[in-house]
């Protein structure tokens, strides 16, 4: 069993937990996540590690409640425990593997939406560890959304845009990267983009005008964790890859988001219902 040691709510609908795990805080890096099951019955979720600590042997996720089971780990409490808390999983970020020198030179910029900027966050951290400050543009509908601004802003360079102009950039992310580029006089050659498909998508093809190199997290396609039920199929560059095991991060400007959003629409009605109910007749993608 996997103690919950901290719990705090960031906005009304998602929490920030500190997990008791010491094998998964021991061997996680940046980019990868953690499946959990809140009790015999319940989903495999898929969450990106948030941040981890060695020494106090915990690892920090982040939720929000979209269905049944995201709210169900919501209502979890400080001193309750996890089932089951497997990782850390898939592949680290790309940029752990550049040599520092190589690393230092880079000029890198995040795309962060919705939830997306607690999974950006261990990579920014990481960067400034090695002495590269970030760019974070930041995004959501309205500054009540933010989460993880002033943790952020300890580490990179913050840049925040709402959709309905309460704070920061009045627009979408896009518009925000056009206006650093255009107008500010900003020049990167990597970038990172996490938050929702379509924002991700959007923000590709805007990156992919300017040139800029872009990775993407799909780790919101996974079921299973392991490659082998197959719902984490996604396209990158007319091939089939499989998030869980080859990612979650992939080229952006190679994924069919498409077919992905598609994918992803599939299980969305299957999220807001009691996985007990359904225990004995949901099925595995690859099983028919």
Same mark, same amino acid.
């Given at each position: ?25 021991? #061997? ?41 089971? #995201? ?23 790309? +940029?752990?593997e550049l040599p520092e020198e190589e690393l230092k030179k880079k000029r890198i910029l995040f795309i962060a939406g ?12 990481? +960067? ?48 925000? +990267? ?22 991700m998508k959007f923000a590709s093809l805007a990156t992919k005008k300017y040139g800029i190199p872009t990775m993407v997290s799909l780790n919101a396609l996974m079921v299973d964790g392991t ?62």
């Open positions: 069993m996997f103690k919950i040691v901290s719990k705090r709510f960031l906005s009304p609908n998602i929490t920030e937990m500190k997990v008791a795990a010491p094998r998964v805080a021991e #061997s996680a890096e940046p980019g990868q996540f953690i499946i959990v099951r809140t009790d015999k019955y319940g989903e495999r979720i898929p969450l990106t590690i948030c941040d981890y600590d060695r020494e106090a042997g915990t690892v920090t996720i982040v939720t929000q409640a979209v269905g049944y089971s #995201s709210a169900k780990i919501n209502e979890m409490n400080e001193g309750d425990s996890f089932a089951d808390f497997a990782g850390p999983l898939g592949r680290p970020s790309d +940029l752990l919705g939830v997306g900027t607690a999974p950006v966050y261990p990579q920014v951290k990481w +960067l400034a560890e090695h002495g590269v400050t970030a760019d974070v543009i930041i995004g959501a509908k309205t500054k009540d959304l933010f989460t993880y601004v002033d943790e952020m802003k300890n580490v990179g360079n913050v840049y925040l845009a709402t959709d309905d102009g309460s704070e920061g950039f009045h627009g979408m992310v896009t518009g925000l +990267l056009e206006d650093l580029i255009e107008r500010q006089g900003k020049e990167y050659d990597h970038c990172v983009i996490i938050g929702p498909m379509i924002m490659g082998m039920c197959g719902a984490c199929r996604v396209t990158v560059d007319g091939k089939t890859r499989f998030t869980c095991v080859e990612g979650p991060e992939f080229d952006g400007h190679k994924v069919d988001f498409d077919e992905a959003m598609r994918r992803q629409a599939m299980y969305r009605d299957n999220c807001k219902t009691d996985p007990a109910e359904r225990e004995h007749h949901h099925k595995c993608e690859c099983n028919g």
